[in-house]
Every structure is written in C-alpha cells, then in structure tokens.
DNA sequence: ACCTGAACACCGTTCAAGT
DNA sequence: ACCTGAACACCGTTCAAGT
C-alpha cells in the first residue's frame, strides 16, 4: 500500500460529489444552466462518467430537490401550538424556495414525490394536531399543501423569467406600473392593489395565506362554523 | 379573378392555425410531443415557417394558454353571490387544465402573465364584492390565486408522470398503497388518510378548499375573527 | 468497478434561397 | 410577404474502449 493508500482522493467521483456540484451549479446559473456536459466539466470528468452514479437529469434534479429539503424541514417543532409547527415547517419550505427558486420547481412539479409526501406529513400531522376530524382532515391538510406548492411554483417561474441581475423591487415596481396601466373599467382589482404589490413582503404576504388557510379550518371546525 | 378566388386557402398557414394545431397537439401527445418538427410536418411545412407567425415556442405555449383560458373564464357571473362567481371561476380554471393538463404547467409557471393576470382579476374581484376591506383584500386573493396555481402544477406534474394509457383511479390506488406501506410510527398522518386518498373525487376536494380558504377570509373579517 | 469521450438521436432556431 | 429546408448550436444519453 503506498503513502497515500489511506487518503481518500477529494477528486474522486460519488453520487454526493455530483449532487452537490449540481445545487451548486443550479444555484448560480439557474434551471437552464445545469447541463450534464457543463457539470462534467466541473467535476473534470466526461459526462458519461455521471451516468455511472446518477440515472439520468430527472433522478439528479430529485435527489437535488430532497438535499435541500431536508435540511429545511431539519427543525421537527415538537413543542410547539399546531398553529406554530405548521407555520415552521411551511416557512422552512418558503425560505428554501427563496434561497434555491429551482427548488420551487421541482417541488411543484412532483419531481421527488418522496420530498412532496415529507411536507405533506409534516403538514398534515400538525392538522390530525389542531384537532380536525377525519373527516376533514384530507382536504384541509390538503388545502395547505397546495398553497405552499402554488408559491413554489410561482417563485420558480420568477426567478426564471427575469435576467439574473434584476431585483425584487424591481420586479414588483414593474408588474404594479402594469396594473397601474391597465383600464380600471375592465380591471378594477388589479388597479386598486397595485400599490400593494409594490410595497408587500413576498414572506409576510405568504404567511398571511397559511394563516388565512389555518382560521378557514378551526372556523369550518369550530363554534362558527356556517 | 379566378373561379377559387374568394376562398379561403384552408392550407395558408396563421397564427390562428398554428396556435389550435399546437392545443390538439399538446392535447393527444402531452407536452414533450410537441415539437417544431411534428408541428410543422402536421401542418405541412417546414419549421422554420412558422417562425414568420410566433417568435418562439414560449410564446407558443402562452398563446395556447391564453386561447384555452378565454373559454374557460367566458363565464362572467355578473348575477350570481361572491362567493359562487369566485367557485365558478375557480372550477372553470380547474376544469380547463383537467382537459388540458399542459395548461396547468403553463399557468402555475407563470408562461402567460397575461393569463393569470385574468384569473387573479376575476378572483380578487369577487373578494372585494365579498366586502374584505382593502387591507386584506389582497392577502385573501393572493391566497386564492396560490391555491389555484397549486393545484394546477399538480395536475400538469400528475399527467406528465405517468404514461398516457394510465387511468386516474389506478394513479390513486397506487399512491394509496405507498401511503399504507410506510412506516405509521414516522408517517401517522399519511397512513390515517391513505384510505380517503383513494377514494376522493379531485374536483370535489379542489372546491373544498376554495371553500376553506373562503371561509378564512369571511372569519377573519366577520364576527368571529380572533 | 469505474471512467473516458466520441457518437447518436434528438431539440429550438436561423437564414439564404426561393415564390 | 410568405414559405422552404438545410444547417447551426446545442441538448440528454449511450457505449465501445480503456484503466
């Protein structure tokens, strides 16, 4: 055995090395930047060489997709309110969207159904917690899911749509000058909430969801319930 | 003038031609099977004709989009409760990408902004006929707009999935027996629902949590808001 | 067992050339 | 003005050949 016998050689390949290359390279060039030549070339490596660890683009982009998740769902919230841990484990998943937006994509499109399924435990448990019964509990523990993957989807294509230089100001500043253009006559919403838009904070306006989603459920289970 | 003058060449290629041919195209092979190459080949030409009509194939998509969701959201309930022209908007949406998976995708990726420009005027609309003052209004249509893109990336993802010979039942009965299988000691929640998983009706649970989300807007600003 | 890189079968898109 | 189709610049993926 030689010298260097026991060192592990830091250049040699693995299934870890290229999905972390791959967030990497996902995070700073975006959905489209991530091409197998282009991560060879990182690795130093032909692109066949990843075909020996990984399938194919899809099983990489899901075994992406749970790296990250599963740190943002890390913080199991066992002595927390129900209101609280739904809250936490939704924001864990806003704030791993924000921080990678392909993620978003991945998630919304049910490209790890392992990962889709993790929040929807996580979600649901919190539900089966407030009380609900089960008769209840599949569409509202569903209701959430869904929202958190609509704002996943949606920060995705943001982050798609637009040049990477561009800010979130921006943008907003933009989209509410396009509202603000449009006939109030034929779009009388759109024109009242322009300015709205321009001033709101993307986390505090999805945590007003979830929260608008948690009071329909103890509402439709409470005392007030229609 | 010749005899033929006045007709129409039912061949001349268009805009208007190019875009349905895309929609059935998109329809009976899903997205991946359109191509310039088999759209040009179906309408007889060369692909690079095409390219004299629409810019690119993004633009295509979003065309297709928009002409799917015009007839979708014909419907403009002018008589109807709040709370019912904000169901029948949703389920005219629902009901559009449940014909036209692809639509989902499209819609939930942001591909026509255009589009869900539309469909976030018709939701927020009704939410301030619903009387939601101006502070919250746009929190509660936000909500529902999410909560549409949602579930419309879900279908698309759902669609894209499987092969297209696979019947929706046998999609669920096959999630339902992962759900079964897994471990009820890390995945209580999953393993209580497995059950209604399988049985549920799609468009029934969408309107459900229209219904929650509705109702979480009423509570928040009726009588029994916290 | 693992890596190499040329090659295959596609794409979207362009553009000189036609009519 | 509109259409043609070969060509360009890419992809993901495969596979004989190496070590």
């Not at 998740?69 to 939704?90: F, K, M, N, S, V």
């Not at 024109?191 to 904070?201: N, Y």
Request: some cysteine; aromatic content about 6%; overall charge negative.
């Amino acid at each position: 055995m030689s010298r260097w016998g026991m060192a592990a050689r830091t250049d040699a390949l693995s299934r870890e090395r290229i999905v972390s290359a791959a967030i990497a390279m996902l995070d700073d060039t975006g959905e489209t930047g991530l091409t197998f030549r282009a991560l060879a070339a990182r690795l130093t490596t032909g692109p066949g060489a990843l075909y020996w660890h990984v399938a194919n683009k899809g099983e990489l982009l899901a075994a992406a997709t749970d790296a990250v998740l599963a740190g943002a769902l890390a913080a199991d919230a066992t002595e927390q309110t129900p209101q609280h841990a739904i809250r936490t484990a939704a924001v864990g998943v806003f704030d791993a969207i924000t921080a990678h937006p392909w993620v978003g994509a991945q998630l919304s499109g049910l490209a790890s159904p392992s990962a889709v399924r993790e929040v929807f435990e996580r979600l649901g448990r919190q539900v089966q917690a407030l009380g609900v019964p089960p008769s209840a509990l599949f569409h509202a523990a569903s209701a959430l899911l869904n929202y958190v993957l609509g704002v996943a989807a949606q920060h995705a294509a943001n982050a798609r749509a637009v040049e990477p230089g561009t800010t979130r100001p921006a943008i907003l500043e933009a989209e509410s000058a396009a509202w603000t253009g449009l006939d109030p006559a034929a779009y009388p919403f759109l024109h009242t909430v322009a300015g709205e838009l321009r001033e709101h904070d993307d986390r505090e306006q999805f945590l007003a969801g979830i929260d608008l989603i948690l009071t329909g459920i103890t509402a439709q289970n409470g005392p007030c319930a229609s």
